[in-house]
Each structure stands twice: as C-alpha cells, then as structure tokens.
T-cell receptor
Framework: AQSVTQLGSHVSVSEGALVLLRCNYS??????LFWYVQYPNQGLQLLLK??????LVKGINGFEAEFKKSETSFHLTKPSAHMSDAAEYFC?????????????FGSGTRLQVQP | KAGVTQTPRYLIKTRGQQVTLSCSPI?????VSWYQQTPGQGLQFLFE???????NKGNFPGRFSGRQFSNSRSEMNVSTLELGDSALYLC????????????FGPGTRLTVL
C-alpha cells in the first residue's frame, strides 16, 4: 500500500517569490508520482509526473519536481509565483501492487499568492 | 479533442435514494477511473474500468458500483444514499498504457439532504 503526506495545508507566498510545496510518499514498490492542480469548481489538471528515468521532472506553467528516493520526497517548486498559481495542489502516488491507475492522493496544499 | 465529460454537473438527492452519474472519456481512451472528493476524507479512489471490466476497486461499500459500456462511457451508481455520500465525484480517463496520463473531468457535485 502507498501513502502521501503533504506538509502544510496552506502556503502563502508573494508574487514573484519561490514556490515550494512539500510531498513525502511511502511505497513498498517503485512508485509513480504525480502533482495535480485544482482550481475552484474544476477537476484536476496534471502538472507533472515521474514514472522512471530522469529524477528532475519539468511540468507545465514553469513547475518542476525532483524525485528523491533516499528522502522519499517529490517536492514541487516554481522559481517565481504568479497570481494565477493560486489553487489547491495535490501530490499523488501509484504503484504496481495496487494498480497503476489507482492514485493515492495527499490531503492537498492550498497555495495563496499575495500581490 | 474534447475532454472528459461528466453529467450531470450538480445533483441534489435525499437520503435513501439512489443516483447514477455518467462519464464520457476522451475519444480513444479505454480506461476510466472514478474518485470521490470530500473535505473530510480528501480524494479517494473508487474503481477503475478497462474494456468493460472492473480492474480495480477501492475501499468503498457495495452501495457504490459502476460499469463501462462498449464505447468506453462509464456510469457509477450509489444506492441508498447517506448524508456522507455528499461529495464531488471525479472521473478520469486514460489512453491505456500504464504510464499514460489520467485526464480528469470537471466532476459531479452530489448533495444528499
């Protein structure tokens, strides 16, 4: 079984500042890792994913994340926050033993961007 | 290419009733998964269908069921609704490969009174 822990249910940054959203996972088998974003009254949009290969993953809208197996982490970063980044962000994991398409989500981090 | 479509977008039911939600995946996608999102429990996997067969199921009671048709459209059904079933129900479709991206629909907001 897998689990995901997102540290910080709310994160506030100033426009132009670094965005860092933390995600730690637990999995007994090699994981697939994902970051999704959800805007109010909308579904989830994939920002980026790690399956295999390069551990630094670049996604849409300037976001990137690094898979660190030794730290069981997959933190999401963006060098410069924009007002349009304000949303809720979810880290998710899946693994072969429970089905690659059965995502286990973290509890989410709401990002607020201050002008 | 049209995205994942979910109908209806909003639904109000009373306790004890049953409800059916529909999901049309992206054209060509053969796998559909369903998730429940609530403020208390967050996002939880319900089940996955591939080529009309349930391939995986989350930890939900038997009141929650689903099916997939030959055109890959999927429905989920909740019988004997409880107040706690109030949630956003999200559907996701995938082309078929294990590393393919899951594309989510906008969800159906179910309110149980």
């Amino acid at each position: 079984a897998q689990s995901v822990t997102q540290l910080g249910s709310h994160v506030s940054v100033s426009e132009g500042a670094l965005v860092l959203l933390r995600c730690n996972y637990s999995s007994s088998v090699p994981p697939y890792l994902f970051w999704y974003v959800q805007y109010p009254n909308q579904g989830l949009q994939l920002l980026l994913k790690y399956t295999t290969g390069a551990t630094l993953v670049k996604g849409i809208n300037g976001f990137e994340a690094e898979f660190k197996k030794s730290e069981t982490s997959f933190h999401l970063t963006k060098p410069s926050a924009h007002m349009s980044d304000a949303a809720e962000y979810f880290c998710a994991v899946s693994a072969m033993d429970t089905g690659r398409r059965a995502l286990t989500f973290g509890s989410g981090t709401r990002l607020q961007v201050q002008p | 290419k049209a995205g994942v479509t979910q109908t209806p977008r909003y639904l109000i039911k009373t306790r004890g009733q049953q409800v059916t939600l529909s999901c049309s995946p992206i054209s060509g996608h053969r796998s559909v998964s369903w998730y429940q999102q609530t403020p208390g429990q967050g996002l939880q996997f319900l089940f996955e269908y591939f080529s009309e067969t349930q391939r995986n199921k989350g930890n939900f009671p038997g009141r929650f069921s689903g099916r997939q048709f030959s055109n890959s459209r999927s429905e989920m059904n909740v019988s004997t609704l409880e107040l706690g079933d109030s949630a956003l129900y999200l559907c996701a479709s995938v082309a078929g490969g294990s590393t393919d991206t899951q594309y989510f629909g906008p969800g159906t907001r179910l309110t149980v009174l």
